[in-house]
């Protein structure tokens, strides 16, 4: 391998996640600043979104606030109708359900249908909490209290996410709940919820834009000199065109 191409980044642990956010940064440039709904809007959204498009849920959500007058027309509305309306999504029917029933718990044990009284609780019960509903995991409770008006510290991990920080030897190969933990232990103290849903942000569309699952952009990626997996593909592909 070149190593002139290639020069050890002199980088403290510490300063591995702030570095990289900065790369980004000077990439892909400022993302939108998120207009952070509800908790229960967030909470519907990352429970329709994983394995959909970003876009394909948000019409979904839109569509769903079209068709019903209320969250509580939408829960108390019948599994078929409730999967017509999510039919874009990936599997409708295991979600329609999953939907349902949060929404029928949510109510059952609050005495409504709002998860606004969380604001009082604090992050990790919060997050058990809602980690008991079906279909709800490490992503989705992260999302909630991180992109929603809760605004609290957390890293969504999603599948990009995984993949990006797995390929840049930031964690080994785990689940989303383990590299979440894995990554808070790189961030800053000084991270403010925003930021945290900033890096989010751009890590997500790094996975979508270069780093993707069939066939990454090594040699146009501002992370190269940092990515053990880059730097391994890029000297593939050097032998394989000399
Ligand atoms: S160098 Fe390649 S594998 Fe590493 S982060 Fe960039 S695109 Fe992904």
Not at 154 to 175: E, F, I, K, M, Y
Not at 192 to 214: P, V, Y
Not at 229 to 242: E, H, L, W, Y
Request: proline share 7%.
């Amino acid at each position: 391998m070149n190593d002139s191409l290639f020069p050890k980044p002199p980088r403290e642990p510490d300063d591995q996640l702030p570095h990289i956010h900065r790369l980004l940064l000077g990439y892909y440039g400022q993302p939108k600043p998120r207009e952070p709904w509800d908790p229960l809007k967030q909470f519907i959204y990352s429970l329709l979104s994983s394995r959909t498009k970003t876009e394909t849920t948000h019409q979904v959500v839109r569509h769903l606030q079209r068709q019903f007058a209320s969250w509580d027309d939408l829960r108390d509305a019948s599994l078929k109708e409730i999967e017509d309306a999510i039919r874009d999504v990936t599997f409708p029917d295991q979600k329609a359900v999953q939907l349902k029933s949060s929404l029928q718990q949510i109510t059952h044990r609050y005495g409504k249908l709002t998860l606004d009284f969380l604001a009082q609780y604090r992050t990790d019960k919060i997050r058990a909490w809602l980690e008991q509903f079906p279909g709800v995991g490490s992503k989705t409770s992260a999302a909630v209290v991180n992109f929603s008006t809760l605004r609290r510290r957390a890293l969504c991990v999603d599948s990009h996410h995984l993949r990006v920080t797995q390929r840049l030897g930031l964690t080994p190969r785990a689940d989303a709940a383990t590299t979440e933990e894995r990554l808070m232990r790189l961030v800053p103290e000084t991270w403010t919820a925003e930021m945290l849903d900033e890096h989010h942000s751009l890590i997500k569309l790094h996975g979508q834009r270069l780093c993707t699952f069939t066939d990454p952009r090594c040699t146009d990626c501002p992370l190269l000199r940092l990515c053990p997996f880059g730097k391994k593909q890029v000297t593939k592909s050097d032998i394989a065109a000399s």
